[in-house]
T-cell receptor
Framework: TQLLEQSPQFLSIQEGENLTVYCNSS?????LQWYRQEPGEGPVLLVT?????EVKKLKRLTFQFGDARKDSSLHITAAQPGDTGLYLC??????????FGKGTRLSVIA | GAGVSQSPSNKVTEKGKDVELRCDPI?????LYWYRQSLGQGLEFLIY????????KSGLPSDRFSAERTGGSVSTLTIQRTQQEDSAVYLC??????????????FGPGTRLTVL
């Protein structure tokens, strides 16, 4: 059983469209991170959310942490081809290394 | 260098051979992590080091896998008697500390291992 469930697994959209991807769990976490991984590269941290209900914005990306701190969403407005990549959420259960979800693979077509 | 570096970037080996993968973390980072990423999968945690010690080896898939870190810097991941199911991208990351929560992990570009 995966600690973090990410959906959808794959998403292919046209440039300019909006999209939302999700990261869900039955457990409560003190914080949650989102990473993006481009082909041939390692993941890069986008944001850390720590407060239930928190919303953080990074240009066209909006991240929300659920009120109960069990889930999170990432919304991209007017997607660009440069947004293409694997989006991973990650948590740290207790004092342990990060645990990652399987990710959402996004492809934005020009 | 400014970031985490890994070598080689690609490794093709024959089943049964041993391989060594190297990770050079960001200078000053005391924590170092190894992950494995198979095709279509997320990151599977293998092992981490705080300094030279490895408090958690629970993620190593089998006793063919081992890792060491000397001098609190460079780490090597060794896979003995490689099998085809070992084929994956092996990612290394480092952070300031493994103890403080929320510390950002900086990843290297990975080593793509192919076992024929």
């Amino acid at each position: 059983t995966q600690l973090l469930e990410q959906s959808p697994q794959f998403l292919s959209i046209q440039e300019g469209e909006n999209l939302t991807v999700y990261c869900n769990s039955s457990s409560v976490f003190s914080s949650l991170q989102w990473y993006r991984q481009e082909p041939g590269e390692g993941p890069v941290l986008l944001v850390t959310v720590v407060t239930g209900g928190e919303v953080k914005k990074l240009k066209r990306l909006t991240f929300q942490f659920g009120d109960a701190r069990k889930d999170s969403s990432l919304h991209i407005t007017a997607a660009q081809p440069g947004d293409t990549g694997l989006y991973l959420c990650a948590v740290r259960p207790g004092n342990t290394p990060l645990v990652f979800g399987k990710g959402t693979r996004l492809s934005v077509i020009a | 260098g400014a970031g985490v570096s890994q070598s080689p970037s690609n490794k093709v080996t024959e089943k049964g051979k041993d391989v060594e993968l190297r990770c050079d973390p960001i200078s000053g980072h005391t924590a170092l992590y190894w992950y494995r990423q198979s095709l279509g999968q997320g990151l599977e945690f293998l092992i981490y080091f705080q300094g030279n010690s490895a408090p958690d080896k629970s993620g190593l898939p089998s006793d063919r896998f081992s890792a060491e870190r000397t001098g609190g810097s460079v780490s090597t991941l060794t896979i003995q008697r490689t099998q085809q199911e070992d084929s994956a991208v092996y990612l290394c990351a480092s952070s300031l500390s493994a103890i403080a929560g929320g510390n950002e992990q900086f990843f290297g570009p990975g080593t793509r291992l192919t076992v024929l």
